[in-house]
Nanobody, 115 residues
Framework: QVQLVESGGGLVQAGESLRLSCAAPKIIFSIAAMGWYRQTPGKQRELVATITIAGSTNYSDSVKGRFTISRDNAKNTMYLQMNNLQPEDTATYYC?????????WGQGTQVTVSS
């Protein structure tokens, strides 16, 4: 089991920012596409953003222009900068790594945005 360690969640007010981090083992980070998903109770997990090894990014329409995904290959860490957070962004955010036919998920970090 590959361990992905997320951090950076918390409680903020609408309009504020947070940065999530996801650390992965070096051997995995060097070969994996990385991404962030989120989930609220009773709903399916949804894509937030992804980033390839080369740095190509993809965002869901709901976060485009507000969130930025990035990766620091020297630190084996992926980030999600979330600006102008809104109450509808409240969710548990999960980090994922995908390589070949394998994938791994973090334990999740809670983001709560109050209005």
């Amino acid at each position: 089991q590959v361990q992905l360690v997320e951090s950076g969640g918390g409680l903020v007010q609408a309009g504020e920012s947070l940065r999530l981090s996801c650390a992965a083992p070096k051997i995995i980070f060097s070969i994996a596409a990385m991404g962030w998903y989120r989930q609220t109770p009773g709903k399916q997990r949804e894509l937030v953003a992804t980033i390839t090894i080369a740095g190509s990014t993809n965002y869901s329409d709901s976060v485009k222009g507000r969130f930025t995904i990035s990766r620091d290959n020297a630190k084996n860490t992926m980030y999600l900068q979330m600006n102008n957070l809104q109450p509808e962004d409240t969710a548990t955010y999960y980090c994922t790594a995908k390589w070949g036919r394998f994938d791994s998920w973090g334990q999740g970090t809670q983001v709560t945005v109050s209005s």
